[in-house]
């Protein structure tokens, strides 16, 4: 398995930017200019590979790749950066020497809050707008709260599996670390059905799901998995 950690420094400076032992010079107008380092594992720490990526106006000029050992021009603008960081041994020893004192010596820390952290979505169903005149509904599972973004969410209608009207939005990040999504189901609703929100998500041990019946009242409707603090949009 792969894990990727890139931590990006952006710089907003003038016109013309010099790199002069490793100072800046500025002048006139408006760029940015940005340093990003990236990490990246395969099986842990079995295998490390750094790069430290230069852009300038989002266009990457010149990078440091630590499988090579120098840095490698993108373009012609980065090619006199290269030639002068490929001469200064020490700088180069460096950027070597960052695969163990700044990816492994994060793997842990980093890899504790993001490729090992595990949370539970809370589950709540919805039914919008609903047209006397029509025979079909909206149903809404609002998936909310989990952690991985990868999830799967499966509609039923009295055991039998959903797909034809079934519309998802994107995964969408909630600002705090974790996720959500919004899966509808376009459908007949007659009195007596069940209609069943499936949820597969590697925080679970089993599938979580929740019932909703078109006799139930408005407060009825919503079930939210228990212990877990669910969020609805808009609100």
């Known amino acids: 398995t792969a894990f990727i950690f890139f931590t990006a420094l952006p710089l907003v400076l003038l016109l013309h930017v010099d790199i002069i032992h490793g100072e800046y010079t500025v002048e006139s107008a408006d760029y940015v200019i940005e340093e990003k380092f990236e990490c990246h594992f395969m099986n842990g720490t079995q295998k490390v590979r750094l790069l430290d990526r230069w852009f300038y106006n989002q266009e990457e000029f ?20 290269a030639d002068y960081w490929n001469k200064d041994k020490d700088l180069i020893e460096q950027r070597k020497a960052y695969v163990q004192t700044y990816c492994i010596h994060n793997y842990d820390i980093l890899h504790s809050v993001t490729a090992d952290r595990r949370v539970k979505p809370s589950i709540k169903i919805s039914l919008t707008h609903e047209d006397p005149h029509s025979e079909h509904h909206m149903l809404v599972c609002n998936v909310n709260g989990f952690y ?11 055991g039998v599996e959903e797909s034809a009207q079934v519309v998802s939005t994107d ?19 007659t009195k007596g059905d069940t209609f069943t929100c499936e949820v597969l998500h590697s ?3 089993t599938p979580a799901r929740v019932d909703w019946h078109p006799q139930e009242s408005d407060s009825g409707k919503n079930k939210v998995v228990t212990g877990v603090v669910g969020f609805v949009l808009g609100t």
Not at 171 to 188: A, K, P
Request: glycine share 6%; charged share 30%.
């Open 148 to 158: 991985p973004s990868e999830i799967e969410v499966k509609w039923y209608r009295n």
């Open 62 to 81: 010149v990078y440091f790749d630590s499988d090579k050992g120098y840095y490698i021009p993108k373009t012609e603008y980065g090619r006199p950066d």
């Open 171 to 189: 995964t969408f990040q909630n600002g705090d670390w974790t996720f959500q999504i919004l899966v509808m189901l376009e459908t007949e609703i």
């Open 203 to 205: 925080s679970l041990e």
